[in-house]
């Protein structure tokens, strides 16, 4: 039903210039194995060559593509997209039988691309390094999106790219910054690369080396959480967690915020409510994690600070790095529960509901109670000082309560599948939100690896709807979206 409707030229042209850039990353980790003389370099030699003969095969026999893309089309392309790839970058992992099972190797995949970074490895330090490497880009590549990657490389490409975009990015404040998308989407670029170039020299100059510095660059800006380290963060020393959290930070701002700020529109940086209610959930949030240490830990002021502001960037972020804390306490865990929900910011690579999103719904919620009183008043929803539009709060509430249903289905069907009630509750808020590792009271002794079959397919589903608009994911899957296309 879904190949019959999709004008096949334009995907098939579009999935092959992907996996021709993804055999040119993977020289990457190809360099990596070489240099640390890896067993793996062969298994890395091959996945460079499969993808280099597919993506130049889908490229050249589909060339002569349609340059129109609909709305409708748009959606079943990025949603594919979103499939096949990681289901054919997940051959690497294949070829470590010993580490992967081929449900592990899709897992794991699919944790990756869609930045959520939940992991099967039990035991980081016998995995190459070449394979972390590896790992940490396809997070770095989620993060930025495959739409950005396509609109980036389609030079002679005429039609409308709005369709692809819109199919991946929620924005209300994006406008136009520039007269053709295909400018704001290399400034994109241009940011995203220039946020990992510095998060690596920082990380670099302190004490990692080379190769897990750029691993952690890679999966800290596209806010993945994959670590070198089975004791994720809490590994490293106090600056390197500073420096995380830092890009961290920033990386859960909007694309088009740093866009501004770049050009040296600050004006319109400080006066973006997303941003402004971004920072205060965050300080809120670290203030009452100080408050309750205190009365609790034994932990110097500085330590409660740190690990406060920390582990409040990054659930907020999406990036789900954990300092290995032994006993948070149960109303820390409440809190990071309700920050894996909430997200960061829209058009960012972190993901949740998004911040603009419980902006509306809260003001939508006070404008209702406002009307109960006085029925006749027109009482508008404003966002940066404009009138959010009927259609965006339908959206909005149509999304939120698809959230909540697949957040219940997730738990039910986790449950189903054997796991515990609190674990299945922690883990189907971590992966839908793209958050992955589960911290502290919330699901002690859980393990990835410990998951079966089905709990792993339906965390695999859940991870797509996440870092997805929620929309895109379910169309391909609804009759009435083929009906007319």
């Given at each position: 039903?879904?190949?019959?409707?999709?004008?096949?030229?334009?995907?098939?042209?579009?999935?092959?210039?992907?996996m021709?850039?993804?055999?040119v990353?993977?020289?990457?980790?190809?360099?990596?194995?070489?240099?640390n003389?890896?067993?793996?370099?062969r298994?890395?030699?091959?996945?460079?060559?499969?993808?280099?003969?597919?993506?130049?095969?889908?490229?050249?026999?589909?060339?002569?593509?349609?340059?129109?893309?609909?709305?409708?089309?748009?959606?079943?392309?990025?949603?594919l997209?979103?499939?096949?790839?990681?289901?054919?970058?997940?051959?690497?992992?294949?070829?470590?039988a010993?580490?992967?099972?081929?449900?592990?190797?899709?897992?794991?995949?699919?944790?990756?691309?869609?930045t959520?970074?939940?992991?099967?490895?039990?035991?980081?330090?016998?995995?190459p390094?070449?394979?972390?490497?590896?790992?940490?880009?396809?997070?770095?590549v989620?993060?930025?999106?495959?739409?950005?990657?396509?609109?980036a490389?389609?030079?002679?490409?005429?039609?409308?790219l709005?369709?692809?975009f819109?199919?991946?990015?929620f924005?209300?404040?994006?406008?136009?910054?520039?007269?053709?998308?295909?400018?704001?989407?290399k400034?994109?670029?241009?940011?995203?690369?220039?946020?990992?170039?510095g998060?690596?020299?920082f990380?670099f100059?302190?004490?990692?080396?080379?190769?897990?510095?750029?691993?952690?660059?890679?999966?800290?800006?596209?806010?993945?959480?994959?670590?070198?380290s089975?004791?994720?963060?809490?590994?490293?020393?106090?600056?390197?967690?500073?420096?995380?959290?830092?890009?961290?930070?920033?990386s859960?701002?909007?694309?088009?915020?740093?866009?501004?700020?770049?050009?040296?529109?600050f004006?319109?940086?400080?006066?973006?409510?997303?941003?402004?209610?971004y920072?205060?959930?965050?300080?809120f949030?670290?203030?009452?994690?100080v408050?309750?240490?205190?009365?609790?830990?034994?932990?110097?002021?500085?330590?409660?600070?740190?690990?406060?502001?920390f582990?409040?960037?990054?659930?907020?972020s999406?990036?789900?790095?954990?300092?290995?804390?032994?006993?948070?306490?149960?109303?820390?865990?409440?809190?990071?529960?309700?920050?894996?929900?909430?997200?960061?910011?829209s058009?960012?690579?972190?993901?949740?509901?998004?911040?603009?999103?419980?902006i509306?719904?809260?003001?939508?919620?006070?404008?209702?109670?406002?009307?109960?009183?006085?029925?006749?008043?027109?009482?508008?929803?404003?966002?940066?000082?404009?009138?959010?539009?009927?259609?965006?709060?339908?959206?909005?509430?149509?999304?939120?309560?698809?959230?909540?249903?697949?957040?219940?289905?997730g738990?039910f069907?986790?449950?189903?599948?054997?796991?515990?009630f609190?674990?299945?509750?922690?883990?189907?808020?971590?992966?839908?939100?793209?958050?992955?590792?589960?911290?502290?009271?919330?699901?002690?002794?859980?393990?990835?690896?410990?998951?079966?079959?089905?709990?792993?397919?339906?965390?695999?589903?859940?991870?797509?709807?996440?870092?997805?608009?929620?929309?895109s994911?379910?169309?391909?899957?609804?009759?009435?979206?083929?009906?007319?296309?």
């Amino acid at each position: 039903m879904i190949l019959s409707r999709v004008n096949k030229k334009i995907a098939g042209y579009l999935l092959g210039k992907l996996m021709l850039l993804w055999s040119v990353m993977c020289l990457i980790p190809t360099f990596a194995a070489y240099w640390n003389h890896e067993a793996a370099l062969r298994v890395f030699i091959m996945t460079v060559c499969f993808f280099a003969v597919i993506g130049f095969s889908l490229t050249f026999l589909c060339r002569n593509y349609e340059i129109t893309v609909g709305k409708r089309q748009g959606q079943i392309i990025v949603g594919l997209i979103w499939i096949l790839i990681p289901l054919c970058a997940s051959l690497p992992y294949m070829f470590f039988a010993e580490t992967f099972s081929v449900t592990d190797a899709l897992f794991e995949s699919f944790s990756g691309f869609t930045t959520t970074g939940s992991t099967v490895i039990e035991d980081l330090s016998k995995v190459p390094v070449s394979l972390l490497v590896y790992r940490s880009m396809t997070q770095w590549v989620g993060g930025l999106g495959f739409t950005l990657l396509i609109i980036a490389s389609l030079s002679k490409y005429s039609g409308n790219l709005n369709n692809l975009f819109n199919a991946e990015f929620f924005s209300l404040t994006s406008g136009k910054m520039y007269p053709h998308l295909k400018d704001t989407v290399k400034m994109i670029f241009f940011v995203y690369s220039f946020l990992t170039i510095g998060c690596f020299v920082f990380l670099f100059i302190g004490e990692m080396d080379f190769w897990t510095a750029l691993s952690h660059s890679f999966s800290t800006i596209s806010t993945g959480g994959f670590s070198t380290s089975d004791g994720n963060i809490g590994s490293f020393s106090s600056y390197s967690q500073w420096v995380i959290m830092c890009f961290m930070f920033l990386s859960g701002i909007s694309f088009f915020i740093i866009i501004y700020f770049f050009r040296g529109k600050f004006k319109s940086v400080f006066k973006d409510e997303q941003l402004k209610y971004y920072t205060l959930l965050i300080l809120f949030v670290s203030l009452c994690f100080v408050v309750y240490w205190t009365l609790r830990s034994d932990m110097s002021l500085s330590e409660r600070i740190k690990d406060s502001l920390f582990y409040s960037v990054s659930m907020v972020s999406s990036t789900g790095y954990d300092l290995q804390l032994k006993a948070p306490g149960s109303f820390v865990c409440a809190c990071l529960l309700l920050l894996m929900i909430i997200g960061g910011c829209s058009a960012s690579s972190s993901t949740g509901l998004k911040i603009i999103r419980v902006i509306i719904l809260v003001r939508y919620a006070r404008t209702a109670l406002t009307k109960l009183f006085h029925p006749h008043a027109v009482v508008p929803v404003r966002y940066n000082g404009k009138s959010v539009r009927e259609d965006d709060i339908r959206r909005i509430f149509g999304f939120f309560f698809l959230y909540a249903v697949i957040f219940v289905s997730g738990i039910f069907i986790l449950s189903l599948a054997g796991n515990d009630f609190s674990s299945s509750i922690a883990v189907s808020a971590a992966n839908l939100g793209n958050i992955g590792p589960v911290v502290g009271e919330m699901a002690q002794g859980f393990s990835y690896s410990s998951l079966n079959t089905l709990s792993q397919f339906t965390l695999i589903v859940m991870m797509l709807l996440g870092r997805l608009e929620i929309y895109s994911f379910l169309a391909l899957f609804s009759k009435s979206f083929y009906k007319k296309i």
